[in-house]
């Protein structure tokens, strides 16, 4: 198994198994939960997981009900198997009892995956492409912890743009060697005061646009600035959309997003990271805030 | 898939080697195949494989949102995507007849002359062990539920009986009493009856602008409606003398011997797949465990 890979897919173990959590600690306003998986399956940067725990998911007052998704934010291979970390936002029931269950560190936590199609390379989303901006807003910095670690251990570079809202709906900085990240916050606590993808247009606007590939992650309307941005810059865009996600493997297709063709596509199957080309629109069909 | 022989069945003459099939719509043998590979094959959750339910033309399917988390359930707004029967035969079929399990197709029209379109198509398929009738939409001439309306529903019935010699199996909708649509289309030459199918719902947005599912209504599902679906199976079993297919929240082997013992031959695992993709299996285990 490599240790690090980009491509878009790693297939999962069938099935549901129980994960035993091995380590939780806050990582700003969000908690970084790892669990151990002895499957030794390692999953590519912008995967999921859908995620539940073993009691109290029915909750005492019948939510959460559906597992949850969540983006690998790390990876460690071990010899006898791999150990997955994921960042969470307590936001609602379910994100709360991961936390919960992460916090108690005694825990496992159900566990379907890795799922979906992650990032891609640059050169294999853009011809002669030989570097990488990463732009994330809020949570959804996850997966680009992780597709920066990769991209660091190949030897692909790259720059990291940041944004959060405050510093109470900030975290995950410690999974990135801070140095070299770029941060935006919308009240002005760190880093440039406003929108990330200011900083994005000014990198838009440089002379080595033509050789780089953008990949996002973070709320619809930021995702939806990005991909007009690149569109309009003639820059290829990968993007980690959000969807409600009933089941995470095709079996529900409550996980819609309109395709530009017309259409649907199952995020679950064909995402959630997807070519900015393909969508009508990042902010359409997602329920989130 | 689990070799119990105490726990097989037989289901209008389809041999099934447990009890547990899926409910439509709430498994993608396609997908899963795609997603788990061929393990998928060997380990089969369920002794046989309903299909999504499938049109006469293709269907892209609602608006989003299409799910709401209801407290123990799901609302779902999907509405039938689907690749029409053309697509499904050409693309799904050959895909789904090399499952391990026999096939029962699910098929709905919003009127007679369509739904005989459907079912002499697929009658014609060797790979088809049994049609479904999905009942929970309105004829377009007389805007009545042919599911709620045991006229329609008899009518209909007879209408495909004399199309195919393959079982057809008629879900009834939890929207009306099931009695007498149920002794109607018995008359009629069903052979089966699988329930019960999603109820009626509307959620409102937690924001308070409105409605939260893109079709504005939807079907609430899961073990939020188990002792409803209990009690119209129970009912619809002691009116009939055909088998019945008992659904609607089942999560357990507990659940599943519920079913059974209300009445019905066999039970259909639906929600619960999107918790777990091996709840078919899981389920029938715990059944055998039971005794
Ligand atoms: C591919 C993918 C990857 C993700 N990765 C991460 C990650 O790495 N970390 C992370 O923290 N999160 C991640 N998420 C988001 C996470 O899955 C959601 O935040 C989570 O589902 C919310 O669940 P909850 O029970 O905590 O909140 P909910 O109560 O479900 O609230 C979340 C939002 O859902 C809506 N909502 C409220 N009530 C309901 C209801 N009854 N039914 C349906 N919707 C409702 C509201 O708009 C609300 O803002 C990811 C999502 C996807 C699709
Ligand atoms: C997302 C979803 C999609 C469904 N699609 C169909 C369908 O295409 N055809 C059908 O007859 N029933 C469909 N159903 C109904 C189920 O087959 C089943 O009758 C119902 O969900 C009750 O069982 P459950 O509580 O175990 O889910 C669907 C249910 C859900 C939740
Ligand atoms: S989440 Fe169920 S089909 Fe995509």
């Given amino acids: 198994m490599p240790e690090t890979a980009l491509g878009d897919y790693t297939a999962p173990p069938f099935g549901r198994r129980p994960l035993q959590v091995v380590g939780s600690a806050a990582s700003g306003a969000y908690r970084l939960v790892e669990v151990f998986d002895p499957s030794g399956v390692v999953p590519m940067a912008g995967q999921f997981y859908m995620l539940s725990a073993e009691s109290e998911w029915p909750g005492s007052s019948g939510r959460p009900y559906l597992p949850r998704a969540f983006s690998v934010a790390s990876v460690d291979v071990g010899a006898d198997g791999v150990t997955l970390g994921f960042l969470v936002h307590a936001v609602g029931p379910g994100t709360q009892r991961i936390e919960e269950v992460g916090g108690g560190r005694a825990g496992s936590l159900l566990a379907v995956g890795p799922l979906g199609r992650g990032f891609a390379a640059p050169h294999e989303v853009a011809a002669g492409a030989k570097g990488a901006i990463l732009i994330g807003g809020g949570i959804g910095v996850a997966p680009l912890a992780l597709l920066r670690r990769n991209l660091i251990r190949l030897g692909v570079p790259s720059r990291v743009l940041l944004g959060y809202r405050d510093a109470d709906n900030a975290g995950g900085l410690d999974l990135f060697d801070c140095s070299e990240i770029k941060l935006a916050t919308d009240d002005g606590h760190a880093g440039h005061r406003g929108r990330v993808t200011d900083l994005l247009e000014r990198l838009l606007a440089g002379d080595d646009r033509g050789s780089a590939v953008v990949y996002s992650c973070g709320p619809p309307a930021m995702l939806e600035a990005v991909r007009v941005m690149c569109e309009e810059a003639g820059v290829a865009c990968q993007l980690a959309l959000e969807s409600p996600m009933g089941c995470g493997y095709g079996a529900c297709f409550g996980c819609a997003v309109p395709l530009r063709e017309g259409g649907y596509m199952r995020l679950c199957l064909d995402g959630p990271v997807v070519d900015g080309s393909t969508i009508a629109r990042a902010d359409a069909g997602a329920e989130v805030q | 898939m689990i070799e119990a022989r105490d726990l097989r069945v037989d289901l209008c003459g389809i041999e099934l080697a447990h009890p547990v099939l899926n409910g439509s719509g709430t498994f993608d043998a396609i997908a899963a195949h795609d997603v788990f590979g061929d393990i998928l094959l060997e380990r089969f959750p369920f002794s046989a494989f309903v299909s999504k339910t499938i049109t006469p033309e293709p269907r892209p399917g609602n608006p989003p949102p299409r799910l709401w988390e ?190 059974l013992e209300a009445g019905a031959s066999a039970v259909a695992v639906g929600t619960e797949n999107f918790r777990d993709p091996e709840a078919g299996s899981r389920i029938a285990r715990e059944l055998e465990d039971l005794g």
Wanted: some cysteine; aromatic content about 2%; proline content about 7%.
């Fill in chain 2, 70 to 259: 209801e407290t123990d359930g799901v609302i779902n707004s999907i509405g039938l995507p689907n690749k029409g029967l053309g697509g499904f035969l050409e693309k799904d079929l050959p895909r789904l007849a090399a499952l391990p399990v026999p096939l029962i197709v699910s098929v709905m029209a919003t009127s007679a002359e369509e739904f005989a379109g459907l079912v002499q198509a697929i009658s014609e398929r060797s790979e088809v062990a049994a049609i479904e009738l999905n009942v929970s939409c309105p004829n377009v001439k007389s805007g009545l539920v042919v599911g709620e309306s045991p006229d329609e529903c008899a009518s209909l019935v007879s209408a495909l009986r004399v199309l195919t010699e393959k079982p057809l199996i008629v879900k009834l909708t939890p929207g009306a009493d099931p009695v007498p649509v149920a002794m109607a289309a018995e008359t009629s030459g069903a052979d089966a009856f699988s329930l019960v199918n999603t109820l009626k719902a509307s959620p409102l947005s937690p924001a308070g602008d409105g409605h939260w599912l893109g079709a504005v209504s939807g079907g609430l599902s899961g073990p939020t409606i188990k002792d409803l679906a209990l009690a119209q199976v129970s009912a619809v079993a002691d009116a009939v003398g055909l088998p019945v297919i008992g659904m609607g929240g089942v999560s357990s082997g507990a659940d599943a011997r519920s079913f």
